[in-house]
T-cell receptor
Framework: DQQVKQNSPSLSVQEGRISILNCDYT??????FLWYKKYPAEGPTFLIS?????DKNEDGRFTVFLNKSAKHLSLHIVPSQPGDSAVYFC?????????????FGRGTSLIVHP | DAGVTQSPTHLIKTRGQQVTLRCSPK?????VSWYQQALGQGPQFIFQ???????QRGNFPDRFSGHQFPNYSSELNVNALLLGDSALYLC???????????FGPGTRLTVL
């Protein structure tokens, strides 16, 4: 049973428009959420995170929104650029008392067209 | 400053064999985690090493074992390989006092 779900395998967006990537989770113990970006032949790169005490975190063009009651988070990229084309993984971790251990979704492949 | 490095890049083994994968963390990082990423899936946590001890472990059988050396580099060993062990194996390191994980490019293991 997947605890972190990314139901859209792919998303296609025009350059300059907004990209919205969605993620749902089932484990109510999760309290720390992350987004990673992965290019082919490279490892995932940390993008942005959010703690369960917040409902929004912003970093430049990237904003993550958390809706705890719906167990849903989303990543907004505005404006989208062709270099944003990559696979985006949503991940979530419960409190561990030490270094977090994320559970990953299956990823969403974002393609930004020039 | 080199990032996380992993060797080898690709590896082909047959069922029943044993394999060792290697990881060198970023300079200054003391925690190393290993993940398995099967085709079409997200990375799945195998275990984490800190101060040469296994600190946490995911839902993987004992065929998967690891080691961390005094210089913080790490090895992942898999015994009695199964076809289902074919995957990309990712290593991630973290600096002291933070949770941000920096991933290497991975080792692609194919079991025939």
């Amino acid at each position: 049973d997947q605890q972190v779900k990314q139901n859209s395998p792919s998303l296609s967006v025009q350059e300059g428009r907004i990209s919205i990537l969605n993620c749902d989770y089932t484990n109510s113990m999760f309290d720390y959420f992350l987004w990673y970006k992965k290019y082919p032949a490279e490892g995932p790169t940390f993008l942005i995170s959010i703690s369960s005490i917040k409902d929004k975190n912003e970093d430049g063009r990237f904003t993550v929104f958390l809706n705890k009651s719906a167990k849903h988070l989303s990543l907004h990229i505005v404006p989208s650029q062709p270099g944003d084309s990559a696979v985006y993984f949503c991940a979530a971790s419960p409190p561990t008392g030490g270094s977090y251990i994320p559970t990953f979704g299956r990823g969403t492949s974002l393609i930004v067209h020039p | 400053d080199a990032g996380v490095t992993q060797s080898p890049t690709h590896l082909i083994k047959t069922r029943g064999q044993q394999v060792t994968l290697r990881c060198s963390p970023k300079s200054g990082h003391d925690t190393v985690s290993w993940y398995q990423q099967a085709l079409g899936q997200g990375p799945q946590f195998i275990f984490q090493y800190y101060e040469e001890e296994e600190r946490q472990r995911g839902n993987f059988p004992d065929r998967f074992s690891g080691h961390q050396f005094p210089n913080y580099s790490s090895e992942l060993n898999v015994n009695a390989l199964l076809l289902g062990d074919s995957a990309l194996y990712l290593c991630a390191s973290s600096p002291p006092g933070t949770d941000t994980q920096y991933f290497g490019p991975g080792t692609r293991l194919t079991v025939l």
